[in-house]
């Protein structure tokens, strides 16, 4: 069974950084495609940046410039680099394995297999 764990939220004042790790059991993140979501209270989820088995990258318009997606492929790590974080950038931030939507659709929700979440409060 594939698990992910993700870490490292937690609660910055606006223009602060923060970097979120996501952790895979039974699943070798070079293998496939993976991302990175985020879902507000009253709002759908929604894609932040994802990453194909290549390595391309993908990111909302709202995140460009300020995250950054990566992953260790030695420790089999996922990260997210969140920089110039702003009050809107508050959320319930989750990652995301198992692709199975269209091709170029990577921001789309469409993963068998998602974390628990880790939350991050941005303050202005």
């Known amino acids: 069974e594939v698990q992910l764990v993700e870490s490292g939220g937690g609660s910055v004042q606006a223009g602060g950084s923060l970097r979120l790790s996501c952790a895979a059991t039974?699943?070798?993140?070079?293998?496939?495609?993976m991302g990175w979501f985020r879902q507000s209270p009253g709002n759908v989820r929604e894609g932040v940046a994802a990453?194909?088995?290549?390595?391309?990258?993908l990111y909302a318009d709202f995140v460009k410039g300020r995250f950054t997606i990566s992953r260790d492929n030695a420790k089999n790590l996922l990260y997210l680099q969140m920089n110039n974080l702003k009050p809107e950038d508050t959320a319930m931030y989750y990652c995301?394995?198992?692709?199975?939507?269209?091709?170029?659709?990577?921001?789309?929700?469409?993963?068998?297999?998602w974390g628990q979440g880790t939350q991050v409060t941005v303050s202005s």
């Open positions: 039974e699943y070798t993140f070079s293998s496939g495609s």
């Open positions: 995301a394995t198992g692709f199975r939507g269209a091709p170029g659709a990577r921001l789309d929700p469409a993963y068998a297999y």
């Open positions: 990453m194909d088995y290549v390595g391309a990258t």
